[in-house]
Structure formats: C-alpha cells, structure tokens
C-alpha cells in the first residue's frame, strides 16, 4: 500500500518536474554582484530551472536546518526523561531483588 502511495505522489511530480524542467532550460544569468548590472563581477548562466531547483534545494535545507534547532530544546527534555527512566527503572529493579529475600522469611500467615 506504502509502495502504491509512493508512485501515486511520487509519478505526478516527476513528470511534473520534467515538464518544467524542459519548458524553462533557456540560460539565466545569475549574478551575485549588486552594484554592476550590466558586467557583473560575480555571475554565473543556468537554465533557469537549475536555479528555480537550487532555490527549492535551499530552502529545504534552511527551513530542515531552522526546525531542527528550533527543536533542540524538546530532544534535549526526552534525553533528558529517558536517562531519569533508566534510572529509576534501575532502581526499581535493585529494591525488588532486595525485597525478595523479606518476603520469602516472612512465616506463614495462620
């Protein structure tokens, strides 16, 4: 059923993209210079569906990247939860095994 979902979602798209991909592959220049427009000093040319990808790439990783520290705060309380959870299981394990040994010299009830 995963699979299924997959290529439903997952074909769309591609076709999607290649069709985008082959209907903007005129050469943009990109350039990194704000001050000259006419010979900038640091551009390169892309198709422009290289850039419209790189910008989509970018944006990924920047907002993955912004979440991921954003949630840095809750990782750290479960770390944090499942050392304590450790702990007192640990103790909860040493006090039985210490019990048992009472319960067994306790005389029988009349």
Same mark, same amino acid.
């Given at each position: 059923?995963?699979?299924? *979902?997959?290529?439903? /979602?997952? #074909?769309? &798209?591609?076709?999607? %993209?290649?069709?985008?991909?082959? $209907?903007?592959?005129?050469?943009?220049?990109?350039?990194?210079?704000?001050?000259?427009?006419?010979?900038?000093?640091?551009?390169?040319?892309?198709? *422009?569906?290289?850039? /419209?990808? #790189?910008? &989509?790439?970018?944006? %990924?990783?920047?907002?993955?990247? $912004?979440?991921?520290?954003?949630?840095?705060?809750?990782?750290?309380?479960?770390?944090?939860?499942?050392?304590?959870?450790?702990?007192?299981?640990?103790?909860?394990?040493?006090?039985?095994?210490?019990?048992?040994?009472?319960?067994?010299?306790?005389?029988?009830?009349?």
């Amino acid at each position: 059923m995963r699979r299924f *979902l997959a290529w439903l /979602i997952g #074909l769309p &798209l591609a076709i999607l %993209l290649i069709l985008l991909s082959v $209907a903007n592959r005129t050469p943009v220049r990109l350039s990194l210079d704000p001050f000259s427009g006419e010979t900038p000093a640091y551009s390169v040319e892309l198709p *422009l569906f290289a850039v /419209i990808f #790189l910008a &989509l790439i970018a944006g %990924l990783a920047i907002g993955g990247a $912004a979440t991921w520290f954003g949630q840095s705060r809750w990782r750290r309380e479960a770390r944090n939860r499942r050392q304590e959870a450790s702990t007192l299981r640990a103790e909860s394990d040493r006090l039985r095994r210490a019990a048992e040994p009472q319960r067994l010299a306790l005389p029988p009830r009349a």
